[in-house]
């Protein structure tokens, strides 16, 4: 049947399915590589009786991955730390971007503000995070701010960079039709700047991610760092691994998620016309 | 008697007279333009020819009003232009479409731009674009799109909200001599079924001899016209007609002129 259909669809179609295959024989790949470095270290770890509490086997590591989310408490600890980095991303990419718009219309605000982001940027986010816990509490909410605080930075400074880098000819275009400032930002500098804040914005939520955690290690009741502690001063090693690969699925899904947004806004990007 | 005569002859479509421009850099005033005058009657077609950096396009960027000229006077059917206006089309050397509209909503831009009707301006751009040979690719992105009819689109564009007056800075000067010849038979056929009053900025003779009613010739820095000669062939013309003799004349009076505003 699927054979018949792919037989005889268009040119086009038949172009995404050897697509498809091409990127499911590249995930084989990668999978199949994966399973041959986990066995190496398996065996290695039997051979030479490396203890639990040094390195855990992959296999510990995932059982304990299993009995985690098996329990309730990965899934729990993993929505409240999803919770604070979608949160912390949404609220400080978009202060980020409008702000961005902001100081490039608008160059003495460019002029007052800039130093002092740059000065909050050389901050380590770590420095301010008990700050934060003091001004928000244990809760939500303080690590809701330490992540917003984390993400403005590249979503701003990306935004900026866009809306600075317009051809000078689009620019002479649309005031050639009389266009105004804010249309010239509207069908021209903003478009052009989507490819630059959406790479911002992938830069943003792997920090995202960065800053929900250190953020409950200075000071949480649940979440995902707070996992990560717990596993650390009973020596669990295999548990903190456990916690370690959902923090790298979490990130790589989530910057994945946003790659597949930016290949969908960004349609054109890349491709030349001048 | 004169000031009668005066009143009943229509004013210029575009009048330049006496403008002179000057630039002001870190390392001194810089002349670009000096004395340059020229009218261009209604649904004319003006050549500009000269060579590089004669200040072709300064003149461009003033009759555009995106400069302001240091001296002179320049009008649009009597009025003087002050900035940027709704009767001139622009066409730029590069197309200058936007890569996230297709070719439909680039050639709409300045509707959107101008807050025109949409229905009619669509209307309209539709009609234009079959005319420029480009129906059925309204939905197309640029960059699907060959160099030829990327600059057909910005032609269209530049035609959409319907501009008394259409300027074009060597529009295909970055084509191949093939696809640019193509280019300039194509623009004629436009032209003659629009009449538009076309400035046309250029430093291909041919070029300007095969498309102009006149062709003014530019000195270089400061520029200044040092000749408008009158083109006296009938329409349509081909490249061939090149080689006629008034025409090869033509050319060879454009040269000397050209040579002599060299030296």
Redesign the interface.
Known sequence: MTDLATTETPATDRHSARGFRASAWRGLERLVSLAILLTIIEGGIRVFDVQPYVFPAPSAIGLALYDGIANGTFLHALGVTLTEILGGFAIGSICGITLGIAMVQVPLLDRLIYPYVVGMQTVPKVAIAPLMIVWFGFGISSKIVIVALTCLFPSLVNTIAGLRAV?S??I????????SRA?LLR??QL?NA?PYIMAGLNTGIVLAVIGAIVGEFVGARTGIGVLILQANFGLDLAAMFAVLVMIAVTGVVLSFILRQIELRL?F??G???? | MSVAAARVAPAPALEVSAVGLTYRTTSGPVEALRGISLDVRDGEFVSVVGPSGCGKSSLLKLILGLERASRGRLAMDGREIAGPSRGVGAVFQAPVLLPWRTIEENVLLPADVMKLDRPSATERAHALLTMAGLGGFEKKYPYELSGGMQHRTAIVRALVHDPRLLIMDEPFAALDAITREQMAIELQRIWTESRKTVVFITHSIGEAVFLSDRIAVMSARPGRITAVLDNPALRPRSFADLTKPALAELSTEIRRHLDLAIQ
Not at chain 1, 172 to 179: P, Q, V
Not at chain 1, 271 to 274: D, L, N, Q, V, Y
Request: aromatic share 8%; charged share 20%; hydrophobic share 40%.
């Open positions: 051809d000819d689009r002479a275009l649309i005031t050639a039709m009389c266009g249309q069908y021209v478009p989507l960004c054109w990007s491709k030349a016309t001048k």
